[in-house]
Nanobody, 124 residues
């Protein structure tokens, strides 16, 4: 089965930048894309960004478009999320997941495997 491990979270000041990485291993199972989601306390998990395996096409939530950039490093089997112009509303636990069911990338039920999450806190 697929295994995903997030890294790169931490504390950053408003307006700052941070890069998250998702290491993907166990490539015996096919998947469509790797997505990043986040979940703040008391809120539902929301889709942030996604990059498709076949063509590398990225997708972004409206709330992060223009500030976040998703990319993949095929040699290292990682998917990175570069985050800039961070604000306190970006504070959440960030998860990466493997999309295995066709449909809207931002619907979490279409993801079969998840990492353990990494905390991002934006605060002065």
């Amino acid at each position: 089965q697929l295994q995903l491990v997030e890294s790169g979270g931490g504390l950053v000041q408003p307006g700052g930048s941070l890069t998250l990485s998702c290491a993907v291993s166990g490539l015996t199972e096919d998947y469509l894309a790797i997505g990043w989601f986040r979940q703040a306390p008391g809120k539902e998990r929301e889709g942030v960004s996604c990059i498709f395996r076949r063509d590398g096409k990225p997708y972004y939530a409206a709330s992060v478009k223009g500030r976040f950039t998703i990319s993949r490093d095929n040699a290292k089997n990682t998917v990175n999320l570069q985050m800039s112009s961070l604000n306190p509303e970006d504070t959440a636990v960030y998860y990466c997941g493997a999309l295995t069911v066709y449909g809207n990338w931002y619907e979490s039920f279409r993801y079969k495997y998840w990492g353990q999450g990494t905390q991002v806190t934006v605060s002065s």
